[in-house]
C-alpha cells in the first residue's frame, strides 16, 4: 500500500470519509485513525496495527454532538468531567450506542470517548464529520509513537495517509476513566491525574474491578525490543555501550551509556519517554535503565508505562 504524507488535516479528512486508515498527531500520543462508524474500516485498524480484536479503541470527537451517534447515554460524572476537561487528554467509557459497530468496542457494552484538544486533531475530526475509532499508532506492543516519524517507521505502507503534526506534548496515553456506573473508575492513569478528577468528582474510585473495560489495560503495551529494568537511583545502572538510562537525576560524570537522558522535570520525563525506547532500539541498546519516581500526580501515570514496559520486557 502507498502511503501518501500530508501537512494539511482538511486533506487527510478526506481519507476517513472514504473509510481510509489516517495517522494523526494528537496532544498524548499519534492516533491510526478509521471511520469509527464502519465495522470494515474499523477492523482494517486492528490489522494494520496487528491488535487482539478483543482490545478496545477509543473513538475521537470533535463536538459534544457527535456522541449521539457513538454513546447512548451521558452519566452525570461524565457530564462533569466533559465540562472540566473537554477537549483534552482524558478518555470516558460510557454505553455503547446500539447503532455503533461492536467491533470498536472488542465486543463490549461500553465504549471509550475522547475529544482530543490539539489543534490539527480538532481540524481533522471536524472536517471528517464522523467520529474517528483510533489507538496509538504503533505496532501493537511497541512504544506509542510520539512524532510522525515514530509512527512512519511502524505504519508507512500499512495505512493509507499520514498527517504530519507536531511532537505529542504529554507523551503518555490519556487517563481513562469508567463513567458507567454510580460512581466513577480510574481504569488508567494519564495526565489528568487522581487529584485533579477527585476534585470534580469526590466519589471517583481507584479500585477497577473490570480494567478490561479500557484500551491498552488486557495486553502487553510500551515496551521496546530491550529489556527494561526499574531502578531507585542511577547508581545501580550498569553503564556500557549496550545500556541506556533514563531518570531525573543525573548518572556519575564517569558512567557512559549508550542512550542516556536526564529529563529536567516529571513532565519532561513523560514526554521523552516513548521516543527514548524507540531512540534505544535504533541504536542496539539491549537494556535500559528507567528511574523510579514517587507516584504522585503524572507520575504515577509515568511509573504505570515503565512498570509495563519492564514486565513486558522480561
Known sequence: MHTYFTDDPVEAAKFISSDKLVVFPTETVYGLGGNALNAAAVESIYEAKGRPSSNPLIVHVGAIADLSRVVEEIT??????????????????????????????????????????????????????????????????????????????????????????????????????DCTGRSPILLRPGAISVGSLSAIVPEISTDAPDIFRSPGLRHHHYAPSARVCVISTPDEAIPGDQTGYIGLAPPHADAQFKQCVVASHVKDYSHRLFEFFRDCDRSGVTTIYCQSLVETGLAHALMDRIRRAAKASR
Open 76 to 177: 452525570p460524572s461524565a457530564h462533569a468531567f466533559m465540562d472540566a476537561f473537554f477537549p483534552g487528554p482524558i478518555t470516558l467509557v460510557l454505553p455503547r450506542h446500539p447503532s455503533l459497530p461492536k467491533v470498536v468496542s472488542g465486543g463490549l457494552d461500553t465504549v471509550a470517548i475522547r475529544m482530543p484538544s490539539l489543534p490539527i486533531a480538532l481540524q481533522l475530526l471536524r472536517s471528517a464529520g464522523l467520529p474517528i475509532a483510533a489507538p496509538s499508532a504503533n505496532i501493537s506492543g511497541r512504544p506509542s509513537a510520539t512524532t510522525w516519524q515514530s509512527a512512519a517507521e511502524d505504519l508507512d505502507g500499512r495505512v493509507s495517509c499520514i498527517l504530519r503534526g507536531p511532537k505529542a506534548t504529554v507523551g503518555l496515553e490519556s487517563t481513562v476513566v
